[in-house]
Each structure stands twice: as structure tokens, then as C-alpha cells.
């Protein structure tokens, strides 16, 4: 949940128990109760009947009780911005950092703000507006209804992703790696160039989505490979492609609950298998090749730092301008901000190998 953080400000003042030892059905009452209250702006009358009506019977005064004081007297004034906007104090404390205050909690209410719905779609006629930056993209209406078939040949994606994904596409009829490919935003776009790709990904469950999109879509040529892909089971391809898992915080707007899970020691666990993977794959790239990395992520240690650390261990490679309209690139790398472009965090390079 998003808002816990606030919403447990809000609550604690009214609790006469430290809200972690409370039952967890009560918890969440108290939450959903609050988040009518103070996010849906809910008539108090009838956010607090419907939760107390919702929750067990013994619990009953007492939710009843908070959340009537609550209503009442609202939640605490001049919160910290990041108990305001409900981010983990970790990321205000990296953000205010790199951006400013107002940067970092614009990027806050960025994450807190509804995702887009969209899809890339170019061969086929879509209703929907169009994209920001991409042609066959189409933004749905936000109408709580998907007719499923009007989802046929299409992919749901953020435009963000898409971006990156057109970037990386490979040339018509190239052998191409695709490293980190469940559940498939990559191979979608790299299916319709004709060329033979292999779509390897470490998770067997991530790849059951893999290969259900692949049925649902018709990808041709696409072969999907459970493997670990920092010991590559591949000698020479044409292009690579690595989508490596990071930290996320690209795409909070849309993974709503990964701000919780975000820490120092788990920025160093993607940095070390990004590192591990990228210099894996870049034994693969033949002389002449591509290789593209892509995170959706907007830490410094995942993205311009990683580019810096493999251009120092692998001088054979050369940065090449990376696809995308030039407003998203920065040094030749796509770098999208979500506050300032207006689509999902993500970050991208591409090199040649030149020897
Ligand atoms: N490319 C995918 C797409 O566009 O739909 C998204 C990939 S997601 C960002 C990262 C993926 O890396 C996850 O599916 C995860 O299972 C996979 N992964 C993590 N560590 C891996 C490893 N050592 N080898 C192969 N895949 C790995």
C-alpha cells in the first residue's frame, strides 16, 4: 500500500496502542479507513460505517472510535515531505540529495500520482491517444473496463518502456540475446524485426508469462531459455540485449508496494548481478555487434555509474547514440524523469563492440 506511511502518521495520534501491535485485520482496517478518508476524501459518514461494517465484531468501537476522531480532527500538520507523500525516509534522504527538496518531493508526488494505461501497437489501428514520443503507441481511456479483444496483438506497457524497448529492437533478420526477458516488453518489440532472438531469463514462473505472451502474440523465431545469464549457454550474436533487474524506482507510479523494499543493501545486490550480467553479455556481442542495458531505474549506482565502470573493463566497445527522441537522451544515454517527461523512469545505453 502506497500511502502507509501517512496513513499510519494519521492514525497513531488516535490509537492508544502502537499501531505495530495491533492484529493485522485491524491494521488494515484502520488503513482502509484512513485512506478513504484522507486520500478519496470519502464522506466521513460513510468511509467510517463501510470499514467498521468490514471489520470483526470485537474490533468494532475501537476502529470506530479512531476513525471517528480522525474525521474530526484530521491528520497531523507539517509532516516531513517524506511521511507526507509516503516514501521510505532512504529515499528522501537520496533524492533531496541529487534533486533538491522541491525536486525530490515533486518526484514523490510523481510516484504517488495514477499510471497511464497504454500499449504498443504499431501494427495494427487502436482507439486512444496517441504517444508522447512514439508512433504506434496509444494511451487507453481510463474507463475501469478492458474489452479483452480489443487486447489482440497488443502490448500493455508503459510508454517509458516502450521507448526503451523500440530503442533496443534489433535490425531485420539479426541474431539477437535477449538477457532478462520475462515477462516479454522486450521480446515484443524485438519479435516483430524477423530476426532469430533467444530470450533467457533466470525465473521459470517470470517465463511462464513469457510464453503465454508469445502464444497470445505469435511470436516467430523467439526461444525462450531458463538460465542464469551471468554464465551465458551462448557463444556470438549479432545484438544483446540486457533488461537487468534493479531497484525500480523508475516505476514506483506503477509498482506501488517496491518503495518499501528499496535499501542500500539492495541497490548493492542489483549493482553486483548488473555488473555480472553486462560483463557476461558483453563476451557475446561478435566484433561489429550491439550490446543495449536497460534499467527503470533512476539510481546513479545502476545506471551512469555502471556505464562508467564497463567502459573502463571493456575498452572495446564504443558508445553509440542511443534511439529516442533527443529530448529523453543525455551523453547518448536515454534518461527519462518521470516529473519532467511525463512517462515512467527508465534509463538505457547502447555500445558497439568494436574489437
Ligand atoms: N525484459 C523484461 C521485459 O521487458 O518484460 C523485464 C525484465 S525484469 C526488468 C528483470 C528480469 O531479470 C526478471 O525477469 C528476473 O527474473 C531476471 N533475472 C534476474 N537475475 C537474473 C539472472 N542472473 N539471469 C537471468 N535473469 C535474471
Redesign the pocket.
Known amino acids: 500500500m502506497a500511502w502507509r506511511l501517512r496513513l499510519d502518521a494519521a492514525l497513531e495520534p488516535f490509537c492508544s496502542r502502537p499501531l505495530q501491535s495491533l492484529q493485522i485485520e485491524v491494521l488494515s482496517a484502520l488503513r482502509i479507513g484512513a485512506f478513504q478518508l484522507l486520500v478519496l476524501d470519502t464522506p466521513a459518514h460513510a468511509a467510517v460505517s463501510a470499514t467498521v461494517d468490514a471489520c470483526p465484531p470485537r474490533a468494532r468501537p475501537f476502529v470506530n472510535a479512531v476513525l471517528r476522531r480522525l474525521a474530526a480532527e484530521g491528520e497531523p500538520r507539517d509532516l516531513p515531505p517524506w511521511i507526507a507523500q509516503s516514501h521510505p525516509r532512504e529515499l528522501w534522504d537520496r533524492w533531496s540529495a541529487r534533486y533538491g527538496a522541491a525536486g525530490a518531493e515533486t518526484l514523490m508526488r510523481w510516484d504517488n500520482s495514477p499510471p497511464d494505461l497504454g500499449c504498443w501497437c504499431p501494427s495494427r489501428e487502436v482507439e486512444g491517444a496517441p504517444g508522447r514520443y512514439l508512433e504506434g503507441y496509444r494511451y487507453f481511456e481510463r474507463s475501469g473496463r478492458l474489452d479483452p479483444s480489443g487486447m489482440e496483438g497488443i502490448y500493455v506497457q508503459d510508454e517509458g518502456?516502450a521507448v526503451v524497448?523500440s530503442g533496443a529492437a534489433s535490425l531485420p533478420g539479426e541474431t539477437v540475446l535477449?538477457?532478462?526477458?520475462?515477462?516479454?516488453?522486450?521480446?515484443a518489440h524485438l519479435a516483430s524485426k524477423g530476426g532469430t532472438v533467444l530470450s533467457?531469463?533466470?525465473?521459470v514462473e517470470?517465463m511462464g508469462l513469457w510464453k503465454e505472451n508469445a502464444r497470445r502474440l505469435g511470436w516467430e523465431s523467439c526461444h525462450p531459455v531458463v538460465?542464469?545469464?551471468?554464465a551465458l549457454p551462448v557463444s556470438s550474436a549479432d545484438r544483446v540485449v540486457v533488461?537487468?533487474?534493479?531497484t525500480g524506482t523508475g516505476v514506483l507510479r506503477r509498482r506501488t508496494d517496491a518503495r518499501w523494499g528499496f535499501s542500500a543493501g539492495l541497490l548493492a545486490r542489483c549493482t553486483a548481478?548488473q555488473a555480472?550480467?553486462l560483463d557476461a553479455a558483453a563476451e557475446c556481442v561478435r566484433p561489429g555487434g550491439s550490446l543495449v542495458y536497460s534499467?527503470?531505474s533512476l539510481e546513479p549506482e545502476e545506471s551512469t555509474m555502471q556505464v562508467s565502470r564497463f567502459e573502463d573493463a571493456h575498452p572495446g566497445y564504443r558508445r553509440a547514440e542511443f534511439p529516442a527522441p533527443g529530448v529523453l537522451v543525455r551523453d547518448g544515454m536515454l534518461c527519462i524523469f518521470p516529473p519532467e517527461h511525463g512517462i515512467d523512469g527508465h534509463f538505457a545505453v547502447r555500445w558497439e563492440r568494436m574489437s
Open positions: 518502456a524497448a535477449d538477457i532478462c526477458a520475462a515477462p516479454g516488453g522486450k521480446t533467457i531469463d533466470s525465473s517470470r538460465a542464469d545469464c551471468t533488461d537487468a533487474p534493479c548481478v555480472a550480467l534499467v527503470c
